[in-house]
């Protein structure tokens, strides 16, 4: 089973920068896309940003010039580097993998257990 384990988050003055890694394991995999989403209490969950198998980022308008996703393809991990944080970044975030197990010959589309972002003075 593909399992997607999440890393850093936490506690950041506004204006600061936080990393979060996402790792994928088990199986023999080809990701085809990684995502982050986030969510903030009381509303739904929004696509921040996406970086498919060529490297080729979208994001969303809101994180635009403060986040970077990036992915090392050969450790089938993904980052998003948050920076100049802003107080309506606050939520949990989480990672999502979409590929193929050839190992079980299957789809992926796994998600990762959350990190909390909090940003605060």
């Known amino acids: 089973q593909v399992q997607l384990v999440e890393s850093g988050g936490g506690l950041v003055q506004p204006g600061g920068s936080l990393r979060l890694s996402c790792t994928a394991s088990?199986?023999?995999?080809?990701?085809?896309?990684m995502k982050w989403y986030r969510q903030a209490p009381g509303a739904q969950r929004e696509l921040v940003a996406t970086i498919d198998s060529g490297s080729t980022t979208n994001y969303a308008e809101s994180v635009k010039g403060r986040f970077t996703i990036s992915r090392d393809n050969a450790k089938n991990t993904g980052t998003l580097q948050m920076n100049t944080l802003k107080p309506e970044d606050p939520a949990v975030y989480y990672c999502?993998?979409?590929?193929?197990?050839?190992?079980?010959?299957?789809?992926?589309?796994?998600w990762g257990q959350g990190t909390q972002v909090t940003v605060s003075s």
């Open positions: 999502n993998a979409v590929g193929r197990d050839w190992s079980r010959g299957s789809a992926v589309d796994a």
């Open positions: 088990g199986g023999l995999l080809s990701i085809y896309a």
